[in-house]
């Protein structure tokens, strides 16, 4: 059964709100009349752009509940969860969490084979980088339905990369942290579809965002993008934010399980 209900007044759940995707996306939902739930992980550097963020969501009529924790921190979201339940209940609103967006970009750029011991990855950074960037989505997914905080209509999206199924230097723990999310989308799709939810993970072109300027190599990527896509140009963070606030609409009920590419045709080739 499909949910005709607009997005106007219900709630979006932002993984990694900040910055990159994550900021581009709260702005764009904002604008199709969502509030945001936003998570994050700021030092006090960085805070004017979340207060930036948070007050561009407040022009636009909406409200913006923000949190400078460790989404992957398993008391921080059931703390989380619990202060946004009690606000919801207070408000008589059911199933109030529309979309959710897992948007975490936090994990260790380290080879695997070194000289060295140090230099090379070790089983904690591995872990780490797993649970942060795709088992976190599992646990998130797990307390929303359970709490019934998401039901009919709602939109789970991941953000993956080319990186999950292609090799760059450094990049292997995150490349088995992408795979792992899509594996995770998967099977999440089959176990959240009773309930009227869908689930996607979207494989974005190479985006200058703060997560890719980490990446060694980085510029390399940026120019191979440009030189392969017919556009002449890599995708930016609103591109994303565009698509995703499409596949967020009701009539994108029957679109789940996917890998869907959001990168102007980057890999094409002549």
Request: charged share 25%; hydrophobic share 45%; net charge positive.
């Given at each position: 059964m499909k949910d005709d209900r607009s997005l106007e007044g219900a709630w979006a759940l932002i993984l990694g709100a900040a910055s990159g995707f994550g900021e581009a996306v709260s702005l764009?939902?904002?604008?199709?009349?969502?509030?945001?739930?936003?998570?994050?992980?700021?030092?006090?550097?960085?805070?004017?752009?979340?207060?930036?963020?948070?007050?561009?969501?407040?022009?636009?009529?909406?409200?913006?509940?923000?949190?400078?924790?460790?989404?992957?921190?398993?008391?921080?979201?059931?703390e989380i969860l619990d202060a946004f339940q009690k606000r919801a209940e207070g408000r008589g609103a059911g199933a109030p969490i529309r979309v959710l967006l897992h948007s975490l970009a936090f994990g260790t750029l380290k080879p695997f084979i070194t000289e060295s011991e140090p230099e090379s990855l070790t089983k904690a950074q591995m872990d780490m980088t797993l649970d942060?960037?795709?088992?976190?989505?599992?646990?998130?997914?797990?307390?929303?339905?359970?709490?019934?905080?998401?039901?009919?209509?709602?939109?789970?999206?991941?953000?993956?990369?080319?990186?999950?199924?292609?090799?760059?230097?450094?990049?292997?723990?995150v490349s088995a942290a992408k795979a792992a999310l899509e594996s995770h989308v998967r099977q999440l799709t089959l176990e959240v579809a009773p309930h009227g939810i869908t689930v996607n993970a979207i494989m974005a072109g190479v985006t200058d965002t703060p997560a890719l300027r980490k990446i060694p190599g980085s510029d390399r990527m940026v120019q191979m993008a440009q030189a392969k896509n017919p556009s002449g140009r890599v995708t930016t963070p609103q591109d994303v934010a565009q698509a995703i606030g499409l596949l967020a609409q009701p009539k994108a009920h029957w679109v789940t399980g996917n890998v869907i590419c959001v990168d102007g045709g980057e890999f094409v080739v002549d």
């Open positions: 764009e939902l904002a604008g199709l009349g969502m509030h945001i739930l936003g998570v994050h992980l700021d030092r006090k550097s960085t805070m004017a752009n979340v207060d930036r963020i948070v007050e561009a969501i407040k022009n636009q009529g909406r409200e913006a509940l923000f949190f400078n924790v460790n989404a992957a921190d398993p008391d921080q979201r059931r942060v960037m795709a088992n976190s989505l599992v646990y998130w997914t797990q307390d929303l339905v359970r709490r019934k905080l998401m039901g009919q209509g709602g939109r789970i999206f991941a953000m993956t990369s080319a990186g999950g199924a292609r090799v760059w230097k450094t990049y292997g723990a």
